[in-house]
Every structure is written in structure tokens, then in C-alpha cells.
């Protein structure tokens, strides 16, 4: 990823047993009076902007879907954006067609590519947590049951499955070398648990219920977010000269979105229709994916931007060595753009304690 992204800013500076079924969300976490929100406040209906938005996985997961839930809910209609997305094997490849140009914004390594000299603004966070999830075998108990184990290993040495497991291990105590990390692909991850390969495995949602669904003997064993509560995944950002150029644009996007989110948490059937139809996952793994993350507060009903942990990821990275310069949060921000599409979107929504 170091050596990809050092391409990237020279080219800039040149020119990601069956589950349970899944609740319906809770009602705490969405009640009627905690929904309201001012009106939207929509434009008048008029010619469509395009905007090209890169997502980091082909098809996308379910947590990177709010975006094309916004098309999908006919919200992007409503405020004359036309969505198109374009699906990538990895974050970096999203932003290097960014830096090329067949992409406007989107899910696109934001942070890692700020701090290595790609000039980025970043105007929303739909899903600031985590959805992944460490599946075992059903005889590793605990996480100290991992000593001596086979953790799976789907991304080179130091890259972020390899620090996953290693803040999974740090939270038992444990150290890399206590384990032996086996390495496989990302396709490769379910036949290294079923041939013994591997005794563990990192996840999304839906690709967990997947595994626990056709796969006897496992259960999953650990949820990502304890061992890493402050760090910021999913940011929307862009190339600095772009979204400046299409401020407004960029604005109607962001308030379709927020939208989306607060229509989703309040609309289960539909919303899992949906997801089945972007994800191309089974409607029963959707489901067990979108419980976990309504009733997880993992997708934002608000903006999801909080500065402490971003600073908190930049440092992350930077320890890793995947960027270069640390900086402050607020350098890449543009709150103007992301408090005028919440405004569009009707304001703040209160959420429950501990959410966003």
C-alpha cells in the first residue's frame, strides 16, 4: 500500500452454525420522536448533476451502501443529483482513479492519502464504526483460547486484516507471536476455515452470517469495534480542486445520504430489499448484516465526523507506516459543506447515548 501510495502523490503532484435472525431495530435507537427533524429542504426539480462516486469494494458491502440507498430511496432524485458508482477492488485503486479523474468522490482511502501529500477534503462520515467481526472455531471460547492458534490472514504483513488481529490480540493480552498468522486471500478465507488452514477469520456482517450460515463449527467470537473504539472507517472525500468546483453538487449528495440513513433505520423490509439488490449478498445474510448495524448504531444519522477520532486514525496509520505526515483533523475538513447538507437534510436528529 506504501509503494501504491507513493505512485498516487507523485502522480497528484505531477498534475476494505446460522446466525440469529436479525432484530428489527430497536426501538430506542429509532422512536418516532427521536426521528424529527426540520422539513428537507429539496430544490426545485431541474436538469441533474452527475457525480461519479468510487466505492472500495465490488459489488460494495452492506455498510458502504448508504450512497446508493440515497439513489435507490429516490433522494439523489430529490435534490437533482445523478449517481453513478464505481466499484473497486481496494480503496487505493478508488483513489487512483480518483487522481485520474473517472472518479469524483467517494470511499477513497481518505486519510492515508492526506497524509501522504493527495490534496483531500473530506465532508462526511456515514459509518464512523466498524462492521467487522472475528469468526472462530467453535473451540476457541475466548480470545485467550487464541494463543497458539492459526489467525487467517487476508492482507500482506502490516497491512489492516494483519493489525486487526493484532489489536484483537492486544485487547487478551496476547502478541502476534503468540499466534501463527497464516496468510490467504480475501476468496480464500472461508476454504482455509473449512480445510483447517486457518482457525479464525475477519469479516463484514453479512459475509459472517454467510460463513455461520453454510458452515457448521464456527461462531463468531469477537466484535472489532471493542478492540478498536476509536477508530473513524467510512469518510467521504474527494480532491480538493474537484469538490471545490462543485460545492453545491457535492452538498445535495451529502443531505440525499443523511436521508437515506434515517429512512433506512426506520424502514426495515424495504431498506433490506435494497441492500440485497446493491450487495448481491443473500437476503437473509442483508438482514442479519443491517440488524447488527442499526441496533450498532454503526451507520450515522447524523454527520458521523468527530475529530478526536480521526486524529486518533491519522496517528493509528501513521504508527503503521502507511502515512508519512500526521496533521489535525480540521485540515482536511470542510464543515461548510457537511453542516449545509445537514441543514438540507432537516438539521440534527437526536440519537441515544453512545451513537451518532
Given at each position: 500500500?506504501?509503494?501504491?501510495?507513493?505512485?498516487?502523490?507523485?502522480?497528484?503532484?505531477?498534475?476494505?452454525?446460522?446466525?440469529?435472525?436479525?432484530?428489527?431495530?430497536?426501538?430506542?435507537?429509532?422512536?418516532?420522536?427521536?426521528?424529527?427533524?426540520?422539513?428537507?429542504?429539496?430544490?426545485?426539480?431541474?436538469?441533474?448533476?452527475?457525480?461519479?462516486?468510487?466505492?472500495?469494494?465490488?459489488?460494495?458491502?452492506?455498510?458502504?451502501?448508504?450512497?446508493?440507498?440515497?439513489?435507490?430511496?429516490?433522494?439523489?432524485?430529490?435534490?437533482?443529483?445523478?449517481?453513478?458508482?464505481?466499484?473497486?477492488?481496494?480503496?487505493?485503486?478508488?483513489?487512483?482513479?480518483?487522481?485520474?479523474?473517472?472518479?469524483?468522490?467517494?470511499?477513497?482511502?481518505?486519510?492515508?492519502?492526506?497524509?501522504?501529500?493527495?490534496?483531500?477534503?473530506?465532508?462526511?462520515?456515514?459509518?464512523?464504526?466498524?462492521?467487522?467481526?472475528?469468526?472462530?472455531?467453535?473451540?476457541?471460547?475466548?480470545?485467550?483460547?487464541?494463543?497458539?492458534?492459526?489467525?487467517?490472514?487476508?492482507?500482506?504483513?502490516?497491512?489492516?486484516?494483519?493489525?486487526?488481529?493484532?489489536?484483537?490480540?492486544?485487547?487478551?493480552?496476547?502478541?502476534?507471536?503468540?499466534?501463527?498468522?497464516?496468510?490467504?486471500?480475501?476468496?480464500?478465507?472461508?476454504?482455509?476455515?473449512?480445510?483447517?488452514?486457518?482457525?479464525?477469520?475477519?469479516?463484514?456482517?453479512?459475509?459472517?452470517?454467510?460463513?455461520?450460515?453454510?458452515?457448521?463449527?464456527?461462531?463468531?467470537?469477537?466484535?472489532?469495534?471493542?478492540?478498536?473504539?476509536?477508530y473513524e472507517y467510512n469518510i467521504y472525500c474527494g480532491l480538493r480542486p474537484w469538490v471545490e468546483a462543485h460545492r453545491d453538487l457535492i452538498v445535495n449528495m451529502t443531505?440525499?445520504?443523511?436521508?437515506?440513513?434515517?429512512?433506512?433505520?426506520?424502514?426495515?423490509?424495504?431498506?433490506?430489499?435494497?441492500?440485497?439488490?446493491?450487495?448481491?449478498?443473500?437476503?437473509?445474510?442483508?438482514?442479519?448484516?443491517?440488524?447488527?448495524?442499526?441496533?450498532?448504531?454503526?451507520?450515522?444519522?447524523?454527520?458521523?465526523?468527530?475529530?478526536?477520532?480521526?486524529?486518533?486514525?491519522?496517528?493509528?496509520?501513521?504508527?503503521?507506516?502507511?502515512?508519512?505526515?500526521?496533521?489535525?483533523?480540521?485540515?482536511?475538513?470542510?464543515?461548510?459543506?457537511?453542516?449545509?447538507?445537514?441543514?438540507?437534510?432537516?438539521?440534527?436528529?437526536?440519537?441515544?447515548?453512545?451513537?451518532?
Open positions: 500500500m506504501r509503494d501504491a501510495m507513493t505512485v498516487l502523490v507523485a502522480v497528484t503532484v505531477g498534475t476494505l452454525a446460522a446466525p440469529p435472525a436479525a432484530p428489527a431495530p430497536s426501538a430506542q435507537l429509532w422512536s418516532a420522536p427521536e426521528a424529527q427533524a426540520a422539513a428537507p429542504q429539496f430544490p426545485a426539480p431541474g436538469p441533474r448533476a452527475a457525480i461519479v462516486f468510487g466505492q472500495p469494494v465490488a459489488p460494495p458491502n452492506v455498510v458502504h451502501a448508504p450512497v446508493e440507498l440515497a439513489k435507490a430511496f429516490g433522494f439523489m432524485d430529490k435534490f437533482n443529483v445523478d449517481l453513478r458508482t464505481l466499484d473497486f477492488d481496494g480503496s487505493t485503486r478508488a483513489l487512483t482513479a480518483a487522481i485520474a479523474g473517472g472518479v469524483n468522490v467517494g470511499l477513497i482511502d481518505c486519510q492515508v492519502a492526506a497524509g501522504n501529500g493527495v490534496p483531500i477534503v473530506a465532508f462526511y462520515a456515514p459509518a464512523p464504526r466498524t462492521d467487522f467481526v472475528l469468526v472462530a472455531r467453535d473451540t476457541i471460547k475466548t480470545l485467550a483460547d487464541l494463543k497458539g492458534k492459526k489467525m487467517g490472514l487476508s492482507s500482506p504483513p502490516g497491512g489492516i486484516i494483519d493489525r486487526f488481529n493484532r489489536a484483537i490480540l492486544a485487547t487478551a493480552g496476547l502478541r502476534a507471536d503468540d499466534v501463527a498468522m497464516v496468510p490467504t486471500t480475501t476468496a480464500g478465507r472461508v476454504p482455509a476455515l473449512v480445510t483447517g488452514q486457518s482457525d479464525t477469520a475477519i469479516f463484514h456482517y453479512e459475509q459472517a452470517s454467510k460463513v455461520l450460515r453454510t458452515q457448521r463449527g464456527f461462531h463468531v467470537l469477537y466484535d472489532l469495534y471493542k478492540a478498536l473504539p476509536d443531505a440525499a445520504t443523511i436521508l437515506a440513513v434515517r429512512y433506512a433505520y426506520a424502514h426495515r423490509p424495504e431498506t433490506i430489499k435494497a441492500l440485497t439488490d446493491i450487495t448481491h449478498e443473500d437476503a437473509e445474510d442483508v438482514a442479519y448484516a443491517y440488524g447488527k448495524i442499526v441496533t450498532g448504531c454503526i451507520w450515522a444519522r447524523n454527520l458521523g465526523l468527530d475529530t478526536r477520532r480521526l486524529n486518533w486514525t491519522t496517528q493509528w496509520e501513521h504508527q503503521a507506516g502507511n502515512l508519512r505526515n500526521p496533521y489535525d483533523a480540521a485540515q482536511i475538513l470542510d464543515m461548510s459543506i457537511a453542516n449545509e447538507a445537514l441543514a438540507k437534510a432537516g438539521g440534527t436528529v437526536p440519537v441515544p447515548e453512545g451513537c451518532e
